[in-house]
């Protein structure tokens, strides 16, 4: 019944996750919300590769495979397989206190993980905090995939709505050729803020600049009346 498992041992560098769709946390059923619109429908156009062209890849892959990590392909035509995920962290996480254990150490590991080619992203970041038992919020984190070319390495940050299983497939096995990292994101102080906080922070900013500007024009308006009632005084006729 569990939605996740370790095949290893606690310390063990690498972990194990089942590609259940009840281990990863799921959008509401319904019509999509506003501004969601492009996201559903980029999930229903996630169809990059026919399914004939899926299953030629997919076989292809696992004939390259030297681990034992293969890819499985399902009659609906999704699949299934392991990503590897290096973790680059510049300080330790903040866990939570009541999980009554330790959280493993997750800097500097290699985690594998078995996912779909349905998960996102978003996904799998939510999923290695939640191993880890980070209580910080997922916006703190981004994937990038390393991509190696001509003796030089190139990293790249991946969109949350990007298939990470897809971009293994396409560049096979060969962790040399593409490999995934998970690094801390370096936001704005605003960027921690929701959407409608920051909308509340422009009208308060709207309102304290027009409180200025009022009372820049009263100033000036005194200072206006004053210098005009000298003029008459000096201009004074006798």
């Known amino acids: 019944m569990s939605s996740g498992y370790s095949s ?24 999509p919300r506003a501004g969601q619109q492009d996201v559903e429908k980029e ?3 996630h169809n990059y590769l026919s399914k004939e062209e899926i299953k030629e890849k997919v076989h292809k892959y696992n004939s390259a495979v030297t681990d034992k990590l293969k890819m499985t392909l399902n009659s609906n035509g999704i699949y299934t397989g392991f990503i590897k995920v290096q973790m680059e962290l510049c300080k330790p996480p903040q866990t939570s206190p009541d999980s009554g254990k330790p959280a493993p150490s997750s800097n500097g590991c290699m985690n594998t993980l078995h996912i779909s080619s349905t998960n996102t992203v978003g996904e799998v970041i939510e999923a290695l905090l939640k191993k880890f038992l980070v209580t910080e919020s997922p916006a703190k984190f981004a994937l990038y995939k390393r991509c190696h ?21 396409v560049a096979g096995p060969r962790t040399d050729t593409l490999s995934f990292v998970l690094r801390e994101h370096e936001i704005g102080e605003w960027e921690a803020f929701s959407l409608p906080e920051l909308q509340n922070f422009l009208r308060i900013l709207d309102k304290e600049e027009d409180e200025q500007l009022q009372s820049l024009k009263k100033r000036y308006a005194a200072y ?3 210098l005009e009632e000298a003029l008459n005084e000096v201009w004074k006729p006798d």
């Open 8 to 31: 290893l041992e606690e310390d063990s560098e690498d972990f194990f996750f089942t590609a259940r769709t009840s281990f990863f946390r799921r959008a509401p059923q319904g019509k």
């Open 43 to 45: 999930k229903e156009t």
């Open 149 to 169: 070319r001509e003796d030089q390495v190139y990293a790249c940050k991946l969109s949350d709505r990007e298939h990470p299983l897809y971009l293994r497939l």
């Open 224 to 226: 206006r009346q004053k």
